[in-house]
């Protein structure tokens, strides 16, 4: 997607008119059903004003023009690109990323700048590395800029037209001189430079040939990316298959490979519950298939999970690593195999995510991802549905596959690689949370995985604590119980889980959740929310549901609200939204209780040596002892 294209010369023109903007704004809304704000339209007028004066310095009037030219299966969008061809008559873009800023100052990040945007002074990446990045995903996904035997040669460089130059300025220190000399940045003293740049690369002309390459060209994954993210994900230990997990990756590769072929679509349903490995085969398939040259997505809808999927696979890796909302816009069949990890967060629509930066969708979040692959590979618990808004199910998978007239084939994952191997932990919370009957009513305390409810949740917390400095992973969780605070002024954060004299901050909330203060720095030593289960700083603060599921810790501290009791009277589970901090989950009626075992059930389940557990509840306490054995 783009909003506008065309000649070089067309461009000048409508800018000279003032109709750029105008141009702008109107296709804005075509494609996104509203009009973009008035700091935008102002920005366009600046900027694209100021980038005109440099062409007409170049006599670039023949060359190809791209303006807000969204990257492929991204919200992201470039402000300019313009193409041509050089003195020796090759093919050449340059990306044009454009700021109004006038004065940087310091920040701590190797790749960050700060400076005055959107009424605020925030950490933002410097204009190179951000172009840098543009420039590194095109050629990673985008075949008119890698595909033999005439690739088109991608340029990047950065304009910021309102400023000016002088030599100690932050922007040009030397932690930057690396990215600098990549992804040149000129300013406002610089025009001639600038000039210099683009008529070198571009002079011959020739643009609009090179501009209906780059438009008719396909979004792709080149081999080298593939092979990229493959190689990181199979340097990693911890994803070695076993036994029945290995079995069903062998079914998936090998239906996921023959349907790749097909005409018909084909669907895959794999059910497990916590801690069946359905994550580790997931990504183990998503290797493999990478380095068979299959262009493969992998997509939950957990921005906690997917963020520390691009922390582990790094920048480059990240254009593989989609949400369940990052196909609005993908064309029929786009994505060879497309793997949806923690299936049950599909939403019923991806207006509910909606923002900004996406397109409003008329289908159903899962027709847009079974439309936008050849081959689609759900893994999926049933039992960990936490939102009302979440619709994901084997069933409803099935009905939607059958609209399409999918192949469908179904899997189950029953041995447990989690709580110590131990099925029968698993089933006993399954049991005496009421989700479902097992044969494992009462637990035994002789089992090898660790379970104890502790009395006082300082002692809780001290064992966990104890066990994240020894080398294991652990951490503390709740149910959500209490309001979760913006970072304050200065990037603290504020006791608000609170039992007795006992106070600890929930973790960091996410950067786009916050209201107040939403670009204040975290303090040192405070985790981002995405980092919070692998950041050793972490076990300083209580994970919630949102956190905490999707992934699991060698050892886990569960402290169960009032949000859930156990009515000894009635001898059955009571939810009680009036506890609950959680408003989405809070206002779901008569799912609220089924809504809250499944928080819970998952929170439970995090462990894989171990379970600590404190209720605020007592008979909830005495109720769970009743279930153990002495």
Not at 66 to 91: A, F, H, V, W
Not at 141 to 152: D, K, Q, R
Not at 533 to 555: H, R, S
Request: glycine fraction near 6%.
């Amino acid at each position: 997607m783009r909003l506008y294209s065309g000649s070089s010369e067309q461009y000048i023109q409508d800018t000279m008119q003032n109709q750029i903007a105008e141009k702008l704004k109107t296709s804005f809304f075509n494609h996104y059903r509203f009009y973009p704000s008035d700091s935008e339209i102002n920005s366009w007028k600046s900027s694209l004003r100021a980038v005109k004066d440099i062409f007409q310095m170049g006599n670039l009037y023949e060359q190809g023009i791209i303006l807000e030219y969204q990257l492929p299966m991204t919200s992201k969008r470039l402000d300019c690109l313009i193409c041509g061809r050089d003195k020796t008559n090759d093919d050449n873009a340059v990306i044009i990323e454009l700021k109004q800023w006038n004065k940087c100052d310091e920040a701590s990040g190797d790749n960050e700048v700060s400076t005055y945007v959107g009424g605020a002074v925030r950490e933002v990446l410097h204009p190179s590395a951000q172009v840098g990045q543009y420039k590194m995903y095109l050629e990673d996904s985008h075949t008119a800029f890698y595909e033999l035997p005439n690739p088109i040669k991608l340029n990047a460089c950065s304009y910021l037209h309102n400023y000016n130059y002088y030599k100690e300025d932050v922007i040009f220190d030397n932690k930057y001189s690396k990215i600098l000399k990549l992804y040149p940045l000129f300013t406002g003293d610089d025009t001639k430079l600038f000039k210099d740049y683009l008529v070198e690369k571009l002079e011959q002309g020739g643009g609009l040939e090179v501009l209906d390459r780059i438009e008719k060209s396909r979004y792709r994954a080149s081999k080298k990316l593939m092979e990229h993210v493959s190689e990181v994900i199979k340097g990693k230990s911890e994803y070695i298959l076993l036994d029945s997990q290995k079995v069903v990756y062998d079914k998936v590769l090998s239906i996921a490979k023959d349907g790749f072929h097909d005409k018909q679509k084909v669907v895959l349903v794999v059910k497990g519950g916590a801690g069946t490995g359905k994550s580790v085969i997931a990504l183990n398939l998503m290797a493999d298939l990478l380095q068979k040259g299959y262009n493969t997505h992998y997509a939950t809808g957990s921005k906690a999970f997917t963020n520390t999927l691009w922390d582990i696979i790094g920048k480059r890796g990240a254009a593989q690593f989609k949400y369940f909302n990052s196909y609005i816009d993908a064309k029929s069949n786009e994505i060879d195999v497309l793997i949806c990890d923690e299936s049950h967060r599909v939403r019923e629509t991806s207006n509910s995510q909606f923002t900004k930066a996406n397109k409003r969708s008329d289908l159903y979040q899962i027709e847009e991802i079974i439309r936008s692959s050849k081959v689609i590979v759900f893994f999926i618990d049933d039992n960990q549905v936490v939102r009302p808004k979440e619709v994901g199910s084997v069933e409803y998978i099935k009905d939607f596959a059958e609209k399409y007239k999918c192949k469908i084939f179904e899997y189950e994952l029953e041995h447990q690689f989690r709580c110590n191997g131990s099925d029968a932990f698993i089933n006993w919370i399954n049991n005496t949370l009421e989700i479902k009957r097992t044969a494992n009513v009462l637990w035994d305390s002789k089992d090898e995985f660790d379970f104890k409810i502790f009395d006082d949740v300082s002692e809780l917390e001290k064992v966990i604590v104890e066990k994240a400095n020894n080398n294991v992973t652990a951490r503390m969780t709740a149910g959500f119980c209490w309001k979760w605070s913006d970072p304050n002024e200065i990037g603290g954060l504020t006791n608000d889980v609170r039992v007795g004299s006992f106070e600890r901050p929930w973790n960091a909330k996410p950067r786009d959740q916050r209201k107040e203060n939403k670009y204040v720095k975290l303090l040192d030593g405070v985790p981002e929310a995405p980092l919070w289960n692998i950041n050793p700083k972490g076990v300083d603060q209580i994970g919630c549901i949102y956190t905490a599921q999707g992934f699991e810790f060698d050892y886990v501290g569960v402290i169960i609200g009032k949000d859930l009791i156990y009515n000894f009277d009635k001898q059955s589970w009571e939810g009680h939204a009036e506890e609950s901090h959680d408003t989405i989950v809070r206002r779901s009626g008569n799912k609220f209780l089924d809504l809250i075992k499944s928080s819970y059930y998952v929170l439970l389940t995090r462990g894989m040596k171990g379970c600590y557990v404190y209720f605020m509840d007592k008979d909830t306490e005495k109720f769970f002892k009743s279930r153990m054995e002495k």
